[in-house]
């Protein structure tokens, strides 16, 4: 079984400039989930999609984070533009349906200069 | 509140057995949830214990739960170089979609 594919691996951009990740989820997964993860923290909740609406984004800062699910499946996380602070492990992870078990992706991970 | 703490490092030697443990503050989680991250990876799920339970034992892993004190620990048996990781506590709160998670235990096995 294909597990959640995450890409790019790395990115490094300057502060003030926009930075797009995508997701692709276990085949079939209902749930979706983007996580933060800062160095040497736990991951932090960003946002979570079930299927292609969203159920808490409660932890994003949404002005200057943006994300999409289109048709349920692939999933992108924006950031425009970017501060210094938004350096970490971007991690996505899917669940067959709310309440089950997460499966994560690898991360991106990204530094802002 | 919503708070899941954990100690930073533990070192063992190989084949010790290693017990990394975790509080939380949420009295109302259904589940908690052992992860481990390897370097440059991302988490991957070990294994889990539903809040009614007071052990699971999974092959080298054995979880126990004492609600009471809301602490969790995991035991790894006969614990391996591969066993070196970052290990992570979660809890999943009732009626939410919420993971929480610990700040992570960084397991160094030593020969």
């Known amino acids: 079984e294909a597990g959640v594919a995450q890409s790019p691996r790395y990115k490094i951009i300057e502060k003030r400039q926009s930075v797009a990740f995508w997701c692709n989820p276990i085949?079939?997964?209902?749930?979706l989930y983007w996580y933060q993860q800062i160095l040497g923290q736990g991951p932090k909740l960003l946002i979570q999609f079930q299927n292609n609406g969203v159920v808490d984004d409660s932890q994003l800062p949404k002005d200057r984070f943006s994300a999409e699910r289109l048709k349920g499946v692939d999933s992108t996380l924006k950031i425009q533009p970017a501060k210094l602070e938004d350096s970490a492990v971007y991690l996505c992870a899917s669940s067959l349906q709310r309440w089950e078990k997460l499966f994560f992706g690898s991360g991106t991970q990204l530094s802002v200069l | 509140g919503e708070d899941v703490e954990q100690s930073l490092f533990l070192s063992v030697r190989e084949g010790d057995s290693s017990v990394i443990n975790c509080t939380y503050t949420d009295s109302s989680s259904t589940y908690l949830y052992w992860y481990k991250q390897e370097p440059g990876a991302g988490l991957q799920l070990l294994t889990y214990i539903f809040s009614n339970m007071d052990m699971k034992q999974d092959q080298r892993l054995t979880v126990l739960l004492n609600k009471k004190d809301k602490h969790l620990s995991l035991r790894i048996a006969d614990t391996q170089t591969g066993d070196s990781a970052i290990y992570f506590c979660?809890?999943?709160?009732?009626?939410?979609?919420?993971?929480?998670f610990g700040t992570g235990t960084r397991l160094q096995v030593f020969p």
């Open positions: 085949s079939g997964h209902a749930t």
């Open positions: 979660a809890e999943s709160i009732t009626h939410t979609d919420k993971l929480i």
